[in-house]
């Protein structure tokens, strides 16, 4: 059984930067990738960022402009997610998943879930 955790979430105002980082603990078997998602405001989660851990290679939502920046310890199987320049829109619930699927690229490919943690931006 795979747990995971986010943290870091809080109230920032515009323009500000927050730092969310995830762990996972449990019995892992493997892990291919690990993300970040937002709960959105549709059906499904909206994709920020994920991050091969087999070779690094980030993927980036092109909303987000450079904005944010995904990275990991794989040692600590934890992924953490630096935000800057916050804007209102941000606001979410955000979201860390991880799959042990090779090919992955849709959200119903990441198997385990966090609870969510809420980050707010705002005046």
């Known amino acids: 059984q795979v747990q995971l955790v986010e943290s870091g979430g809080g109230l920032v105002h515009p323009g500000g930067s927050l730092r969310l980082s995830c762990a996972a603990s449990g019995s892992i078997s493997s892990i291919n990738a690990m993300g970040w998602f937002r709960r959105g405001l549709g059906h499904e989660r909206d994709f920020v960022a994920a991050?091969?851990?087999?070779?690094?290679?980030?993927y980036y939502a092109n909303s987000l402009k450079g904005r944010f920046t995904i990275s990991r310890d794989s040692a600590k199987n934890a992924v953490f997610l630096q935000m800057n320049s916050l804007k209102p829109e941000d606001t979410d619930v955000y979201y860390c998943?991880?799959?042990?699927?090779?090919?992955?690229?849709?959200?119903?490919?990441?198997?385990?879930w966090g609870r969510g943690t809420q980050v707010t931006v705002s005046s």
């Open positions: 998943a991880f799959t042990t699927k090779l090919n992955w690229g849709t959200v119903a490919d990441f198997d385990s």
């Open positions: 991050i091969n851990w087999s070779n690094d290679r980030t």
